[in-house]
T-cell receptor
Framework: NAGVTQTPKFQVLKTGQSMTLQCAQDMNHEYMSWYRQDPGMGLRLIHY???????DQGEVPNGYNVSRSTTEDFPLRLLSAAPSQTSVYFCASSYHQGTEAFFGQGTRLTVV | AQSVTQLDSQVPVFEEAPVELRCNYSSSVSVYLFWYVQYPNQGLQLLLKYLSGSTLVKGINGFEAEFNKSQTSFHLRKPSVHISDTAEYFCACLKREGAQKLVFGQGTRLTINP
């Protein structure tokens, strides 16, 4: 069972570069979300989606874009990378409100 | 908006000792509550959840948690820990209605010493 798959696992970017973090789930979940994890701050919500074609901002959306053209995929785009975006990024999905969120293995991003 | 506070950033305990990881939440509406565990270099895995009903919930790996509405707490406990329980633990809450925004605490790093 694949579950939630994130690619790449590691990435180094130069300041100002753009890139897309990929997230795919094969569980037919409606809800998908992106978090960043920083030491001592837990996980903070960047963007989320309640279904194909519907996205909304979370707690820390600045510098990131998302789209949800299919139920399966929820890519996260960094428009112009900054050192402050150095973090571990997690994608998660869940079937509906109140059910377990399944997490990917994470993408460790370093911006130099 | 809801918030979650984990009262200890690090908890060291000896193997086979009991442990309690503390979590308090704040919300103006009813919430669901969760505990997740993160082993080194891995994603998060659900330990247990409180949705409704009995306030004592049991999860995987011998963990349990008690929902206390009056104290707005959801502390995690295990009567006897193992080396393999070394990990970071996150408490999280989710509003019962409205947007699907899972809010996490800052995390508690549990270290088990032999």
């Amino acid at each position: 069972n694949a579950g939630v798959t994130q690619t790449p696992k590691f990435q180094v970017l130069k300041t100002g570069q753009s890139m897309t973090l990929q997230c795919a789930q094969d569980m037919n979940h409606e809800y998908m979300s992106w978090y960043r994890q920083d030491p001592g701050m837990g996980l903070r919500l960047i963007h989320y989606s309640v279904g194909a074609g519907i996205t909304d901002q979370g707690e820390v959306p600045n510098g990131y874009n998302v789209s949800r053209s299919t139920t399966e995929d929820f890519p996260l785009r960094l428009l112009s990378a900054a050192p402050s975006q150095t973090s571990v990024y997690f994608c998660a999905s869940s079937y509906h409100q109140g059910t377990e969120a399944f997490f990917g293995q994470g993408t460790r991003l370093t911006v130099v | 908006a809801q918030s979650v506070t984990q009262l200890d950033s690090q908890v060291p305990v000896f193997e086979e000792a009991p442990v309690e990881l503390r979590c308090n939440y704040s919300s103006s509406v009813s919430v669901y509550l969760f505990w997740y565990v993160q082993y080194p270099n891995q994603g998060l895995q659900l330990l247990l959840k409180y949705l409704s009903g009995s306030t004592l919930v049991k999860g995987i790996n011998g963990f349990e948690a008690e929902f206390n509405k009056s104290q707005t707490s959801f502390h995690l406990r295990k009567p006897s820990v193992h080396i393999s329980d070394t990990a970071e633990y996150f408490c999280a809450c989710l509003k019962r209605e409205g947007a699907q925004k899972l809010v996490f605490g800052q995390g508690t790093r549990l270290t088990i010493n032999p």
